[in-house]
């Protein structure tokens, strides 16, 4: 659940907090563009330290961490399939160069799951709905949005009592081989689907029971308004794609195994 | 027997729900938890198959520490059935529903067929064998959770919340079997809201509040005082209220049944004749 605990918003305000969510939204595309242009680390590295000043202005710092823990599984995995990849097309020799190369793929995931976990860290599922709606995405759409992200920590809670509930009947999850592991968690996940699914029959009777989509036109009480601050964010993020666009074009990027070794 | 030494419990998200708490059940006892939502009834009640294990203070079942064991080992002695039936039921039929725990704890073929034949009756669910537990209706779901965990009759039987959904009728009959676990030695641990379910069943009553016990003892006891009581937001039982008024006339205060209530009126009206 670590994971879900890096993306999980808490109700804070800074000065990264109170930037319009579209901007924001620009920005984690930004830095995907730019990650997915380079395979080079440096460039890497430079996406990687670029967030790091939102993360402390934030004060999200503990989630962002946590986030980055909760990918660690995947990234070690990504190296290490990226490792064993170029060790066996490149006729059994290990260079330098290649576990550069490794180590670029598996920065350019983090890199992604830290602008991502930035983002969600410090987006209000309120304002990300307010700002689908004003980005002329149906009313439906982002409404199913928002209710989606607001239930995953119910959802999370529900699980727990689920597990609870089949231990105490006996089911020990950590017991036998690697399929037999997967086959415990079936009296969990069949619970909580069903339990779901019957929430959100739930949840539509009990919109439809106070007229939800009674009028086609609807009015916010909050209307996101671009401030200085998101100009700024706005100038940051044409920059990055500039440079990105442009040092990918004209500029041979360096690998550090060339850098240092020749 | 439950023993529970000075415990203390906070949740992950720092929300201290247990306070200093100590208690003992013996084997047998009949105990109804009760107090206002958040009191830590449920958190306590966790506390006695190993589901949680207190951040503080010990607690030891049948003589054994629960953080020195599992919650499989403990639920063989210890039945937990959980408020909502939602949270557990998941197979396609009830019967593979109630042979899920059998199998887990190692029961032989032959014996999980009986037992759950005995489960189905006990619980008058046995037309329902063959039928998925989704089809049934929300008070026929709680009985097969209840029966899921009947089938292997542990020690201890622990119902969350049990009357919640279920028509007066089947209260009767959940009272009945209460009755006819303690005839059998059993120790029944209730959580419930349920005033006048607890009055009719005259156990021993636990209140909470706030993460503490703020009264335990006999539930005639505490059910006819209005100042604990009030502690706990907890109404007196119908019939305890109508006593209370009429003390005047001469009719005692700490009635709870139905039965007793009429006998004590009969005799005062006696007295009036004469």
């Known amino acids: 659940m670590s994971v879900f605990d890096g993306l999980r918003f808490r109700k804070v305000y800074s000065p990264i907090h109170n930037l319009d969510p579209r901007v924001k939204f620009i920005y984690v595309c930004a830095v995907f563009v730019a990650a997915i242009l380079f395979g080079e680390i440096l460039p890497l590295i430079a996406l990687f330290l670029m967030s790091i000043p939102f993360v402390l202005l934030a004060g999200v710092q503990k989630e962002w961490l946590r986030s980055l823990r909760g990918a660690a599984f995947l990234a070690t995995f990504i190296f290490l399939v990226n490792i064993a990849s170029s060790f066996f097309t490149s006729g059994y020799v290990l260079t330098a160069a290649n576990v550069e190369t490794a180590a670029a793929m598996t920065l350019r995931f983090v890199v992604l799951v830290e602008s991502f976990s930035v983002f969600f860290l410090t987006t209000s599922p309120d304002h990300l709905g307010l700002a689908l709606e004003q980005s002329r995405v149906p009313y439906e759409f982002a409404f199913a949005f928002t209710t989606a992200v607001r239930f995953v920590p119910v959802l999370a809670e529900e699980a727990q009592t689920i597990m609870d509930a089949q231990k105490a009947r006996g089911l020990e999850l950590e017991k036998g081989g690697f399929l037999k592991r997967i086959r415990n968690y079936i009296p969990v996940l069949i619970p909580l689907i069903v339990s779901a699914i019957r929430r959100s029959l739930e949840l539509a009777e009990a919109m439809e029971s106070r007229a939800w989509g009674a009028t086609k036109k609807r009015t916010n009480l909050y209307a996101l308004k671009l401030l200085r601050g998101d100009f700024a964010l706005l100038a940051i993020n044409v920059a990055v794609l500039a440079v990105a666009i442009y040092v990918r074009l004209y500029v041979p990027v360096p690998t550090l195994s060339k850098l240092f070794w020749v | ?274």
């Not at chain 2, 959904?165 to 030695?185: N, S, T, W």
């Not at chain 2, 209140?207 to 009581?229: C, F, Q, S, W, Y």
Request: glycine residues 8%; negative net charge; aromatic residues 6%.
């Open chain 2, 1 to 274: 027997m439950i023993e529970v030494e000075d415990i203390h419990f906070t949740y992950p998200n720092n929300v201290e729900a247990l306070r200093g708490v100590s208690l003992v059940i013996k084997n047998g006892e009949f105990v109804a938890v009760m107090g206002q939502n958040g009191a830590g009834k449920t958190t306590l009640v966790k506390h006695f198959n190993g589901l949680l294990r207190p951040t503080k203070g010990i607690v030891r079942i049948d003589g054994v520490e629960t953080t020195k064991t599992s919650v499989a080992a403990l639920s063989r002695n210890t039945g937990f059935v959980f408020q909502n039936p939602d949270h557990q039921l998941f197979s396609e039929t009830v019967e593979a529903e109630i042979a899920f725990a059998l199998k887990n704890f190692g029961f032989e073929e032959e014996v999980i067929e009986k037992r759950i034949t005995w489960a189905l009756n006990l619980l008058g669910l046995a037309q329902y064998k063959k039928t998925s537990p989704f089809l049934l209706s929300g008070g026929e779901r709680k009985r097969v959770a209840l029966a899921s965990v009947l089938a292997w009759n542990p020690q201890t039987l622990i119902l969350d919340e049990p009357t919640i959904g279920q028509d007066y009728q089947q209260k009767e009959k959940l009272r009945q079997f209460i009755v006819q676990m303690q005839a059998q030695g059993k120790t029944v641990v209730i959580v419930t809201h349920d005033v006048e379910f607890v009055a009719e069943c005259s156990p021993r009553v636990l209140l909470m509040k706030e993460g503490i016990i703020v009264a335990d003892g006999e539930g005639r006891e505490i059910l006819t005082n209005p100042e604990v009581l009030a502690q706990s937001s907890i109404v007196l039982p119908q019939i305890a209220q109508i006593f209370m008024k009429l003390t005047p006339l001469g009719l005692p205060k700490n009635v709870i049944d139905v039965y007793e209530a009429k006998e004590a009126v009969l005799e005062m009206l006696e007295k009036g004749r004469k």
